[in-house]
């Protein structure tokens, strides 16, 4: 699903889309886009286990429906670190990872972010 204002084909209402549904199998391993220090990780109703990481400059990217974390808070990721697996906990939907990126507290679209990390793979 993408990012903002979204309007549902059926029933014409519009809700608004503050990251993005990416699809990946269970167990599938979830990485750090770029420097990140783990600034939080737990449950929260409707996001299931979360991990949020400070990008700095006012920049944090939330990563949530995680079947597992594997880093402590404060551990400084490097892009390419694992620190999780896709998973389906607090999810309506099956599996699938959902990513967030915020500047200051506010939802920016996380494009950008994700066509960078696809540009760095090899």
Request: net charge positive; charged share 15%.
């Amino acid at each position: 699903m993408a990012f903002g204002k979204l309007v549902h084909p059926k029933f014409n209402t519009v809700t608004v889309q503050k990251g993005l549904d990416i699809r990946a199998a269970p167990g599938t391993a979830v990485r750090a886009l770029a420097p990140a220090t783990i600034a939080w990780t737990g449950w929260l109703n409707g996001y299931g286990n979360v991990v949020v990481l400070d990008q700095g400059d006012g920049y944090h990217t939330l990563y949530a429906h995680l079947a597992e974390v594997f880093r402590p808070l404060g551990t400084r990721l490097f892009p390419g670190d694992v620190f999780g697996t896709v998973g389906d906990t607090g999810s309506l939907k099956g599996a699938y990872l959902y990513f967030e990126v915020r500047r200051r507290g506010l939802a920016v679209d996380p494009m950008p972010w994700v066509g960078a990390a696809i540009a760095r793979a090899p």
